[in-house]
């Protein structure tokens, strides 16, 4: 499938394009993110009896789109479990405002828990921003999943992956698939990168094909079938 990969700062683009000139709002692209991650861990645990489904957020965007795919999953009757990575009070604005609706619903943040208990686990940490090895909680996370055999679905890139280079940093998620949004980024294209990313899938976020001309990128992808597409 012929779709262009972005490196990071191009992806800032888009981003700051969508807000500033689109007039799209963060919000909204969390909510469509989100969305989309819900239905393809639903799809994910489709065979499974009774599945119970285990969020790890961490305080930035990447996991606000985690914290609205558990608000989507628990409407929908599945069995949710979030953990906030980090203290409440390190989350930013809009994904503060995604948890403050699980909390009117109800939901509570755990930390002690079994693994084995899941049938998939949805890493929502850390985005296509990082800079440096993951630290504290996110790499204490990162490790205790990967020695674990439940499968991983990363939300955008796998935590812990250089976005635009494909390196793993130390530690780097190991997931079984990674839902990219608006379109992939280079390293998640590479030949280092493909152990960590497992099946990669792309989610509409509601880019507008006028963006794109803008950046001068050519063939867009196409949703007009579905709005998560697998391109590996």
């Not at 969508?18 to 393809?40: C, K, P, S, T, W």
């Not at 990162?142 to 890139?157: A, Y």
Request: proline fraction near 6%; charge should be negative; glycine fraction near 8%.
């Amino acid at each position: 499938m012929d779709i262009p990969a972005i490196t990071t700062k191009q992806m800032a683009e888009v981003d700051r394009l969508m807000i500033e000139v689109f007039h799209i709002e963060l919000v909204q692209m969390m909510e469509n993110a989100g969305r989309n991650l819900a239905d393809l861990g639903q799809t994910l645990i489709a065979e499974a009896a009774n599945p119970k489904i285990l969020i790890l957020c961490g305080s930035g965007n990447n996991g606000g789109g985690g914290l609205v795919a558990a608000r989507h999953l628990i409407n929908r009757g599945f069995q949710v479990e979030v953990v906030l990575i980090n203290d409440q009070k390190s989350l930013k604005e809009i994904p503060k405002h995604q948890w403050s609706i699980l909390e009117i619903m109800g939901v509570e943040t755990l930390s002690n828990l079994s693994l084995a208990e899941f049938n998939i686990i949805i890493d929502a940490m850390i985005g296509y921003g990082l800079t440096g090895n993951p630290r504290g909680n996110a790499a204490e996370w990162i490790r205790k999943i990967n020695t674990g055999k439940i499968p991983i679905l990363s939300l955008d890139v796998p935590s812990g992956l250089d976005a635009t280079l494909g390196s793993p940093l130390d530690p780097c998620t190991r997931a079984n698939a990674t839902l990219t949004l608006a379109l992939p980024k280079t390293g998640l294209m590479t030949a280092e990168a493909r152990s960590y990313v497992g099946d990669l899938y792309l989610a509409d976020i509601s880019v507008p094909q006028q963006l794109y001309k803008m950046m001068k990128i050519d063939t867009p992808p196409d949703f007009l079938r579905s709005p998560i597409i697998k391109i590996l």
